[in-house]
């Protein structure tokens, strides 16, 4: 085990700012770890070797000058989601298409953390433009699961809970269409956090359903989480759905006291298809937060078995529009032969976009067609308020709901399931939070037979960050982390 | 509603995308699959319901202008496969679907 990268982030940190520990002697550490477990696990496209030791190096002087005394992740490595663009650095989103794409700028998220002193060391992998739960869609073949490799991480920001179980990262950042970060921590056994629609600026993040889609952070524990995002929420002029609201600061709710909160399970969660030893462990759950003072109470929210047919419609459709801009032209892929423009056009999307992203693409296209709209988009978006009414009157209730994050752990890296009835069914306890634009946290609670972690979701109303995270660090204390016991 | 072959090719023209005479006949039927499962969201009475179209409030915010210096000449094009000048470089069109 090494002492150093197996440490929490806060911790590292805070170890860092009393000297006993160098920025450069951390990234050395982190560097080693990655390129040592890298051949078994895959989940970096691009190591920022050369780039993080520059980075390191200013970030010790800025240290040593007091500059980052207020920064809580100061000198700490992060991993990032090759979906956010990150300057002079190349950002894939795992695709043939973008391969070579190297941006510009950074997204605002990757300013505000290297202002703060957090050392950006790679992009990591994730489903095609973020169209998946497995990374097995990536153009740069599938990550595994720290737990077992013959599992998948999950996804579509399965590179981004790799990193952080194995090791090979402290924190990481994914980001969450229709469950993209919550899954993938839970079938890694770390937590992760869906802020609010409109807490993080996606300036910088590569579409893939704009009304739906907000990045957030993966970390071992809710307090590293908490630490991550209080860095990267506010308001940013650059993205006009990011809402400007006062307190953006999340620290003060890590407080052992879920005491009279109350706290409402959806029956619908618990359905029959739920896996007996996440059902046992859900259960176990429950008496914990009970035993802790919390209300615990079983209620019905009939309209959210509707989510994945409204979620696949509104996704679609704004995924075909997100991905026209790329042409063969501007950037990205384009093809050797071609006859015209229709033709480059044509050819550099039919060769550079995998088969999930084409039909994705075409269900979008087809359900906002004429003859259509009413009938499929119009239809997913008056599905999507009556979900979110459904949500309101429940948080009219409740302060948080809980429910078990997947139906099933991470599935073996060879299983298929092509009936979308099972596909989508899984997807229920996910999407519904994100066309509801509420906050939402995985957070580890277990293993099943074969040893793989199992995950619950706290969901809170919108901007109500504050009381999950109070209630997962009350919940931590009972059930601390625990690292892959296959890990050396 | 389904994906016909004829609005499989109209669609797949729209959106510039090939697909061989296998894969649109794969892809049709995956397709197809998919809109029956989605068809399921029509059990839900939505009658005079308002459509959600963004979960935050949407409103104009105003803001004085400000000067904002971008130095971007020669950076923006370079990602393209082919620039010259800082122009884009494709081949000769016309409005014939050239």
Redesign the interface.
Known sequence: MNDITSMPALMLASKIKNKELSVTEVLDQQLKVIHEREPLYNSYITIMDDEAQKQAKLVQQRIDAGELNDSPLAGVPIAIKDNICTKSVRTTCASKMLEN??P?YDATVIEKLKNSGVIVIGKVNLDEFAMGGSTKTSYFGPSKNPWNTDHVPGGSSGGSASVVAAEQAFISLGSDTGGSIRQPASYCGLVGFKPT??TVSRYGLVALAP?LDQIGPFGRTISDCTAVLDIISGHD?KD??S?NIKNYSYMEALVNDVKKMKIGVPNLFLNKDLDEDILNCFTEVVEIFENMGAEVEYFDMD?LK?G???Y??ISCAEA?SSL?RF????????TND?D???D????S??EA?G?EV??R???G??TQ?P??YE??Y?????????I?DEYQEAFDKYDILLSPESLTTAPHINYNN????DK?RSEMLNVSVNL??LPGVSIPCGRDKKGLPIGIQLIGN?FDEKKIIRAAYAFEQVKPYKRPSTLI | ?K?TKE??TY??D??????TKDEEEK?RK??N????????????D?DN????????SLKN?F?EDEEVEYR?SG????????NKDDY?V??K?NMF??
Do not use: C, W
């Open positions: 794409f190297v510009n629609y409109g009304s002029p006009s759905s809402v309209k509707y994945p047919q409204a696949y419609v075909s026209a042409d063969g032209v501007r950037y990205g892929y384009r071609y015209g423009l229709t480059l056009y044509k050819k999307r039919s976009f088969d084409k039909r693409i075409m269900l296209a087809f067609g003859g259509n009938a499929y119009n239809k997913a978006m008056k599905v999507r308020r009556l979110y092509n009936d979308p009835k989508y509801a634009g919108r | 509603m994906f609005n499989f669609i797949a729209i959106v510039k995308l090939d697909f892809v995956e397709l699959r998919m809109l029956h499962f989605i068809d399921s969201m029509n059990e839900l939505t319901i308002e459509p959600l179209t963004h979960i935050n915010v803001r971007l950076q923006v094009t370079k990602n393209g496969i082919e884009y494709v081949s069109t679907g050239g």
